[in-house]
């Protein structure tokens, strides 16, 4: 018999078991966060943030020899147990993308201080720039703006607006030209008020294309298989097949247009997937429609001339810059020149229509092109349009017995409003005396002028170039023709191809976008396939389309499926009968 020694020690050897030993272990705990609810909100929603338990166990496991070294000293074992409240959730959804890889980790957590404020404060200026009634505010503001624009006169002369807006007579009690000039309501499409709101409006669209239709167009893209029936019968249109193929199902939604995809039992399809990318176009086109505005209003030149006929002038010489991104180009050196000028009447006398024959030229004389240009029929040339907008008389040929013809120039006459009059007069006798007299002519266009003698009297009316003479104070004068000034307007706009662009994508866009987004589920239960689906227009539509392609779905009548079911069944049947 072996004789225990007690001052022995004994081997360290301890089953684990033993660790529980109250005699042998000494255990603190230290506890930091702790809910007697854990259970209960797990099974509420495993999408709460997870409550943790942080349990830090010391074991300090003594014998005798540790006791006789030293009292103080101990051969520690430390561990720390973090208990999750969540756990990991019951498998409802799986997710992937177009090529079926797995979600990226989330990153979680973020900086303190000067640094996380840095980093937040680009999230909050994109939330504050996307926020839908300050992006509908701008609309208005530029709406009012652009109204105002067109009330008040633009790109006229300072003295213009001194005259219509005086302080004398102030304008809704307090509109004078020093609002009109201090806030650049004289070019209100180029004042930093109404380039600020587009800037503004441009960022609040960009902003909203960022942090919303983007993301929704990611998570558009997505594969998600179902895997839960109750999951399924959740959505806005759900139903049950209760002998029928997942499979065949995808074959009829294949037909009907949808994108079909597989994974085990369950079954995803999605269809119209472009009226999600189509906000995006939307934004897209509204902005591409702003900065062709504002090459418009900042970089374009405009000029006016009176031009008569048989005279030329240099496109440059008239054009005057309107933006500060104005830039001459090499078209300006062109010269242009007024080959004809005659008009078209209607059968009661009026103008009806009037054209110009315009040719331009090189800086070697050479032509380049040449046009008849009317009203809404305009000449384009390296970028500048030219444009016919008025039309003047600006002298007769006159022959006075039989000399001349004598170029008398037409002055205009402001009568009865918009009516057009001109009027010349021809000196008969000594043209040095002080009290000349002579011959006077009236025009309202050219094809009749109105004669009167030298004391005003009525003499006769004469069309140009009839060659008919009339015998006035002993004077025989020819009226040989009536010659035409054209008014032209100039204009170079660098925006109207991309305004133009942006006009199109609009209106192919908005119409893409009344596309409806249909996404379904389906999983095989057995020989039941569960269906499930929704769409994000066509409400009302939807779950008559669906109804209608459930119905093509054929019936299995022997599948393995219904012949395992059958077969367990019987054998339900026949323990029932034997016992």
Not at 89 to 98: I, Q
Not at 251 to 257: C, H
Not at 443 to 450: E, F, G, K, Y
Not at 515 to 521: A, C, F, R, Y
Request: glycine letters at 10%; hydrophobic letters at 40%; charged letters at 20%.
């Amino acid at each position: 018999m072996e004789i225990l020694n007690p001052t022995t020690a004994p081997k360290s050897c301890l089953p684990r078991t033993h660790f529980l030993k109250a005699p042998l272990l000494h255990c603190p705990f230290k506890l930091t966060t702790f809910s007697p609810h854990t259970t209960q909100i797990h099974r509420r929603s495993f999408r709460q943030p997870p409550l943790s338990l942080s349990v830090t166990t010391t074991c300090g496991l003594k014998t005798p020899q540790d006791s006789k070294k030293s009292k103080n000293k101990s051969n520690n074992i430390t561990k720390q147990i973090l208990l999750s409240e969540g756990g990991p959730p019951p498998l409802v959804e799986k997710s992937g993308d177009a090529a079926g890889g797995e979600e990226a980790p989330v990153k979680s957590g973020g900086g303190n201080g000067v640094m996380g404020l840095v980093k937040r404060l680009p999230r909050r200026v994109l939330s504050v720039l996307s926020y839908l009634p300050l992006a509908i505010g701008e609309m208005f503001a530029i709406a009012g703006l652009m109204a105002l624009g067109t009330f008040i006169d633009q790109g006229e002369a300072p003295d213009f607006y001194f005259d219509k807006y005086p302080e004398s007579n102030l304008v809704l009690g307090i509109f004078t030209w020093r609002w009109v000039l201090t806030l650049g309501f004289d070019h209100i499409f180029t004042s930093p008020i109404f380039l600020s709101l587009l800037a503004l409006l441009g960022a609040s669209l960009m902003a909203c294309t960022y942090t919303t239709q983007i993301p929704l167009v990611k998570v558009a893209r997505r594969w998600n298989f179902m895997q839960s029936s109750e999951a399924i019968h959740k959505q806005e249109f759900s139903d049950s097949l209760p002998r029928a193929s997942v499979q065949d199902l995808g074959v009829v939604l294949m037909g009907a247009g949808y994108e079909v995809f597989l994974k085990g039992p369950s079954l995803y399809a999605f269809k119209g997937l472009a009226g999600r990318f189509a906000p995006i176009g939307v934004h897209l086109a509204m902005l591409l429609i702003m900065v062709g505005g504002t090459l418009s209003a900042s970089g374009s030149f405009k000029g006016t001339v009176m031009v008569p006929q048989g005279l030329n002038f240099v496109i440059g010489d008239v054009m005057r810059p309107i933006g500060f991104l104005s830039t001459p180009t090499e078209s300006f050196n062109t010269e242009v020149h007024v080959n004809k000028f005659y008009m078209n009447y209607y059968d009661s006398g009026e103008v009806s229509q009037f054209y110009t024959d315009l040719s331009l030229l090189d800086l070697d004389g050479k032509e380049v092109l040449r046009k008849t240009i009317s009203v809404n029929n305009p000449l384009r040339y390296g970028g500048i349009t030219i444009y016919q907008t008025d039309w003047s008389i600006s002298a007769l040929q006159v022959l006075k017995d039989n000399e001349g013809p004598f170029n008398l120039a037409m002055a205009p006459l402001k009568i009865n409003g918009d009516k057009k009059l001109y009027g010349s007069f021809l000196p008969i006798g000594n043209v040095n005396a002080p009290n000349v007299k002579g011959i006077s002519m009236l025009a309202r266009d050219l094809q009749s002028i109105v004669l009167y003698d030298q004391e005003g009297k009525f003499a006769g009316v004469r069309r140009p170039s009839s060659k008919l003479p009339i015998e006035i104070d002993g004077n025989k004068i020819v009226i040989v023709d009536a010659i035409g000034s054209s008014g032209l307007d100039l204009k170079t706009d660098p925006g109207v191809p991309v305004v133009y662009a942006g006009f199109g994508a609009l209106m192919l866009t908005t119409c893409i976008s009344f596309l409806s987004h249909s996404q379904i589920w389906a999983l095989q239960d057995g020989t039941a396939v569960i269906v499930g689906g929704k769409t994000n227009r066509a409400k009302g539509e939807f779950p008559e389309e669906m109804n209608r392609l459930l119905d093509r779905v054929p019936e299995l009548v022997n599948s393995s499926l219904s012949r395992q079911s059958d077969s367990t069944l019987e054998e339900q049947l026949s323990c029932r009968s034997s016992s």
